[in-house]
């Protein structure tokens, strides 16, 4: 929560201070690319290969089995990264023109998106170095320490944003620049946990480790199953840059808002269930594996489904409450909001691939949801070509909403086809319920909320709207759960 709060205002400095112009399409398309790939990591291949590995020698084996694990781990895993670092910032020219083909044409752009792209791809070894570190700490039940470590990049980038970009040629440079020293203060930040747990690495690279070679067998599959949704946010990059100018900046403002949710929740709750599952796996115990999964997928529903409808009403109020200024105007509010719209239309979605992935990955099958995820990225494929043309950048949000929904819908059809998972005979009636309270909740803030006011609005009006309105809802969905008998207690995972 703190973290996204703190990205939050990261980004309104970014829309106050920058605008929305080519020097911050250019930074947003270089921070991506590295970011893109710390997802395979922190939140994806990298997470869901090592922490079932590492569970088997949590559970059945010595601790001195499980530290020389780690150092081998943490030696080949830096190694790699260090290779794949240095190539990234060697190739910067290539990849900006392969990820940002629009560029190409624009040469201060062009120039701007390639030596920004220098900068911050280093980060991808700090950050990834991260998510190794928070897949030790997570198995051993410490998640508090890998949550806040977040909240380290948005201090990093919202004083260079403030400090440092006044002093640079280029101000825009100065946010590449916070990126790169986020990346070390979050590595750092990690190192007295592993300490106290005495499993602070030392690096030994074992690349015929028989625990890595596990570790790499299950990950390279996996790098395209449980990171279909970033390769498709890719995507989307790479044809917003032969749109309009600023076409990726809107892209980025809307799906940031959609992230919220999907961090604070998605993500939470995928990285608690997969140490659960892969315990419950390891431990020969099919029942409280499908009991764990349906308690995550209910909540999914119960958070997931007014989170998406409240973004979709609240699209413009939430953009104008938190970006609008001289440089991010009301028409970048409208089209901003429009590709909002379409992102939170798939937002349980992505959601439920991030829950129903760790299902697969926990039980060492990555490769089912490696062909689900090929399918489905070449459904976006599709869909983008179909849908950008008439509908711009909006389009491309629309079709990788669209093709999440249908990747989950792959996941799930296969875990209950193949009996690993068996839905609560409560299903019906619970959704039946959920989707009632939902219903209640959209027609409150349909009626109450007048969007043409907002603009004229002063910046505490909207502000002091916009968390009335979000709270007078979040009461109303409150009180129509409890009153159709939903009750917390139903969602103890016991």
Known sequence: MISRILGFIRDMLFARIFGVDAGTDAFFVAFKIPNFLRRLFAEGAFAQAFVPVLSDYKEQGSKQALKLFIDKTAGTLALVLVFVSLIGVIAAPIIITLFAPGFSNEGKQYDLAVQMLRITFPYLFFISSVAFAGGILNSHGKFAVPAFTPVFLNICMISAAIWLSPLMDEPVI?????????????????????YRLGLLPKLKP????????????????AIFGVSVTQINLLLDT????????????????????????LGLFGIALATVILPS?????AANDPVQFSKSLNWALQLVLLIGLPASIGLLILAEPMLSTLFQSDKFTTHDVHLAGESLMAYSMGLLGFILV???????????DTKTPVR??????????????????PFAHTGLALATSLSAFFNASLLLGKLIKDKIF????NWANFSVKVIFANEIMALFLYIGV????????????????????????????LFALLFIGVRPNNFINK
């Open 174 to 194: 100065a946010l590449a620049w916070g990126v790169f020293a986020a990346g070390i203060v979050q590595l750092l930040f990690q190192f007295p946990a592993l």
């Open 206 to 221: 074992g690349f015929k480790d028989p625990g890595v070679k596990r570790i790499l067998k299950l990950m390279l599959p």
């Open 238 to 261: 790479i044809i917003a840059s032969l749109l309009t100018a600023g076409s990726v900046s809107w892209l980025y403002y809307s799906d940031r808002l959609v992230e919220f949710p």
């Open 277 to 281: 599952l892969s315990k419950n796996h």
């Open 354 to 364: 991030k829950v129903l992935v760790p299902g697969f990955s926990s039980r060492k």
């Open 372 to 389: 689900f995820g090929i399918y489905a990225m070449i459904a976006n494929m599709g869909l983008n070509i179909i849908l950008a043309f």
């Open 422 to 425: 068996t839905p609560g005979k």
């Open 450 to 477: 007048d969007i043409t006011q907002w603009f004229e609005w002063s910046e505490f009006d909207r502000t002091f709207n916009l968390a009335l309105w979000i709270f007078l809802a979040g009461l109303v969905y």
